[in-house]
Nanobody, 114 residues
Framework: QVQLVESGGGLVKPGDSLRLSCAASGFTFRVRRMFWYRQSPGKERELVGSIFGSGGTDYVDFAKGRFSISRDNDRNMVYLQLNSLKPEDTAVYYC????????WGQGTQVTVTS
């Protein structure tokens, strides 16, 4: 079955960086577009960006220039590099894919505070 497991979150200070990981299994990873979302307290879940199987990426406006998505198709891993973190980046970050239906991981908490 499809499984997505995020890791790498933590408590950091403004300006710090983190790299989030998502381990995928149960499907042909290399052909699937993978997404990263986040959900801040009291807000709806929002898209951060995505990466195609070929490695092409796209990002929403707030992520451009600070966040970067990459993947390793040999290891079935997708990554989200978070740079220059701000308190408003505090959220649970989720990876996602769509195979007929949406699949989500359990999320990893990122807290940015001084």
């Amino acid at each position: 079955q499809v499984q997505l497991v995020e890791s790498g979150g933590g408590l950091v200070k403004p300006g710090d960086s983190l790299r989030l990981s998502c381990a995928a299994s149960g499907f042909t990873f290399r052909v699937r577009r993978m997404f990263w979302y986040r959900q801040s307290p009291g807000k709806e879940r929002e898209l951060v960006g995505s990466i195609f199987g070929s490695g092409g990426t796209d990002y929403v406006d707030f992520a451009k220039g600070r966040f970067s998505i990459s993947r390793d198709n040999d290891r079935n891993m997708v990554y989200l590099q978070l740079n220059s973190l701000k308190p408003e980046d505090t959220a649970v970050y989720y990876c996602n894919t769509i195979i007929g239906t949406q699949y989500w991981g359990q999320g990893t908490q990122v807290t940015v505070t001084s």
